[in-house]
């Protein structure tokens, strides 16, 4: 990447990574005088004239104006689309303002497949196309691409507002947003869908909630697991998933405005090419970094280094606290301790996390647990307080224990 680029490539302890923008939605608002008094069915017909604007039944009843923008390369061909709702309203003095309801959404995957030439046969298992391979084959130069589709998304839109306005119209000012956006890296394995569940039993640090669920696909008969490593409160979540047939998708999502402001904050820009790279490249930024963390955790999960016996053997201190066997320090566990136990066991071995937020630090389970947590241990606790997960290393192994196999629960 040239040195002078502003978008920065994120430390791994595999190198520098690539990370790309996926889905990307813009909060935006304008202000014109002149424009008439009541300019909305002015504005539609004369958009409708212009051929970028078609009435339709739900435009009408929601009161905005839908305008499908389709993005071009210099040669003509259509690269990509973008989608805008405008919600308009006039002030008393006359002003009219396209709202801070308005919004513009866009992909910046599709782009890229026609610039770097990806196979049309290249689809998602769910029959998407915003995909383009592996992700650390992909120039570093993408970025730069992607950031140009914007600039040209926010130009075009301007145009088109400006095209349905009279000319006397002058526009006051102008403002944009962040409202949801994603970045991601598509990372070449041999079995994603066992990596996937594996994340959904080692979380990153920083996310107190695991999740997984599924969605289906024309390419497999079966519907294909999805990870979901969740804040404890608005901010970036997490998804992993197997994007196709050899390839793991990981991604970081802020879904809303709030989830944005956890990353970079709540400002705005004004409509305009700097504008745009201004919050293109902070957001890319950080939360790149947070995308290449997560990463690195799925990296390990994916080596998968200890085997089922390995996590049994690292565990058997909870089991001897489970089965009110005496310890070494002459300690023997009561019912309450051995019952508390085997609960958090059976947490680990079922989904990889458990909690002993009841339990007093002092407790002999939770001693356990904190001496699991040591660097030769299979657990970690950097998550919320009393919250513990299997290290990425053991991620796998749980996959392949039954709760109480062999231990004659």
Not at 85 to 96: F, H, I, S, T
Not at 270 to 299: K, P, Q, W
């Amino acid at each position: 990447m040239d040195s002078n680029s502003t978008i920065v490539e994120h430390g791994s302890a595999e190198g520098g990574d690539l990370v790309l923008f996926d889905r990307v939605e813009l909060g935006v608002e304008f202000r014109f005088a002149g424009a008439g008094i009541d300019p909305s069915q002015s504005f539609r017909t004369k958009l409708a004239s212009n051929g970028i604007y078609r009435a339709n039944a739900r435009d009408l009843s929601k009161g905005c104006v839908t305008l499908r923008l389709p993005m071009e390369n210099a040669d003509g061909v259509e690269v990509g689309k973008a989608t805008a709702e405008l919600y308009l309203a006039v002030r008393p003095d006359g002003v009219l303002i396209v709202t801070r309801r308005s919004s513009v959404r866009f992909n910046l995957l599709l782009p890229l497949r026609e610039g770097f030439a990806v196979p049309d046969n290249l689809v998602s298992s769910d029959r998407k196309r915003n995909l383009v391979g592996p992700t650390e084959a992909v120039p570093d130069v993408a970025c730069e691409h992607q950031l140009e589709f914007a600039r040209q998304v926010v130009s075009k839109l301007c145009a088109a507002i400006a095209s349905g306005l009279p000319p006397c119209a002058v526009l006051l000012g102008s403002e944009m947003w962040l409202r949801a956006a994603e970045v991601c890296h598509d990372m070449a394995c041999e079995d994603p869908i066992a990596i996937t569940h594996a994340a959904t039993r080692s979380p990153v640090a920083g996310t107190s909630i695991a999740e997984h669920d599924f969605y289906r696909t024309r390419l497999y008969q079966n519907r294909l697991p999805v990870a979901h490593w969740l804040p404890k409160e608005n901010g970036e979540a997490y998804k992993i998933y197997p994007k196709a047939s050899q390839l793991l998708r990981v991604e970081l999502s802020c879904g809303s405005r709030d989830d944005i402001a956890s990353v970079i904050g709540r400002g705005s820009v004004e409509c305009t090419d700097d504008g745009i790279e201004e919050i293109f490249v902070e957001f890319y930024n950080s939360a790149g970094a947070l995308c290449c963390v997560a990463l690195d955790h799925v990296r390990v999960l994916a080596q998968g280094v200890y085997s089922a016996a390995d996590l049994a053997l690292k565990l058997q201190p909870l089991l001897l606290v489970a089965g009110r066997q005496s310890l070494a320090e002459g300690y023997r566990p009561n019912e309450v301790a051995a019952a508390e136990a085997k609960r958090v066991y059976d947490e680990i071995i079922r989904s990889g996390v458990a909690s002993a937020k009841g339990l007093r630090k002092g407790m002999k389970v939770r001693q356990v647990l904190d001496q699991l947590c040591g660097q030769d241990g299979p657990l970690s606790t950097g998550n919320p307080q009393g919250i513990y997960v299997l290290k990425p290393e053991y991620g796998r192994a749980g996959l392949l224990l039954d709760v109480g196999e062999d231990f004659g629960f």
